[in-house]
């Protein structure tokens, strides 16, 4: 029998949690895979979303392909869509559960995935099933950020409450919150040599009074409008009050001059 996902995703397809995912690129967000990759590859993308990140690694393999996987099969058509506007035409998209790929053993030169395994209930499984495709001498390839390690300025009241409801109601909804601290270990349980696997860290930062605008305004429209409201209601980790303090909490901080965010993310790039 196949096994498919038991978590379930804290963050859902809500338009401002889409606002976040389109923002993200190769560069800023698979920058320690780039350096590896090479034209005529094969790469896998798995948990790929609105697809930005799969479209952009398509031009690092003019002479490969890119597939990237989704479960949520509506967001697949906006990822196409971005794939035809820019006329890029090495990709597919596909619906799939990373808990049971469909692909043979040995497929991929590269199977990668980015801000996925924290919102999974087994990313030992899901990593074991990316080294079954991977080809012998591939790559596998992670990043997750650690709710536990955001940093931010300055500490306007109701910030680090939020921070705690997130990493409650994600650890509720099946996840790990903190999975960027673990992933190393996580690729190590599923069978990569230690000396296979190079971890590193990177960040994004929000400074500019653009992007504290943009960071703070869908945070507070996820907090009461995204499936993080509708479960953190479901569940009685908070009512929709306490959301609400939380969203105008996140609109305070926006207004601050000196406004500054952090978000962390640990990384693995590992051999098979």
């Known amino acids: ?20 995912h389109t923002w993200r690129t190769a560069l800023n967000s698979a920058g320690f895979l780039l350096p590896h990759i090479k034209p005529d590859m094969k790469i896998l993308d798995i948990g790929c979303g609105p697809g930005t990140i799969t479209v952009d690694l398509a031009g690092y393999v003019p002479d490969g392909r890119v597939i990237g996987l ?20 090495n990709i597919e998209f596909t619906e799939g559960d990373a808990n049971s790929l469909s692909y043979p053993d040995d497929t991929f030169d590269i199977v990668f995935c980015h801000q ?119 569940s009685r980790i908070a009512t929709q009050d306490e959301l609400a303090e939380v969203a105008e909490t996140w609109r305070r901080w926006g207004t601050e001059e000196d406004a500054w965010f952090s978000v962390p993310s640990g990384e693995v790039l590992c051999r098979k």
Request: aromatic fraction near 10%; proline fraction near 3%.
């Open 116 to 234: 996925v395994l924290q919102h999974v209930k087994d990313p030992v499984g899901i990593l074991r099933e990316m080294r079954r495709v991977a080809r012998p001498g591939g790559i596998v390839a992670a990043r997750e950020s650690d709710y536990g390690s955001f940093a931010w300025y300055p500490e306007v009241a109701g910030m680090e409450h939020w921070q705690s409801l997130y990493r409650t109601l994600a650890t509720h909804n099946g996840g790990e919150p903190d999975a960027g601290r673990m992933v190393h270990v996580w690729a190590k349980q599923a069978g990569f040599a230690a000396d296979a696997i190079t971890s590193t860290v990177s960040s994004w930062c929000y400074s500019t009074s653009e992007e504290i605008a943009w960071w703070s305004g869908l945070w507070a429209e996820r907090t009461v409008a995204s499936s993080f409201a509708d479960t953190a209601v479901e």
């Open 70 to 89: 989704e479960r949520a099969a509506k967001v697949l058509d906006q990822a196409r869509a971005l794939a035809s506007g820019k006329g890029v035409e």
């Open 1 to 20: 029998m196949k096994k498919t996902e038991a978590a379930t995703y804290t963050h859902g397809h809500h338009e401002s949690v889409l606002r976040s």
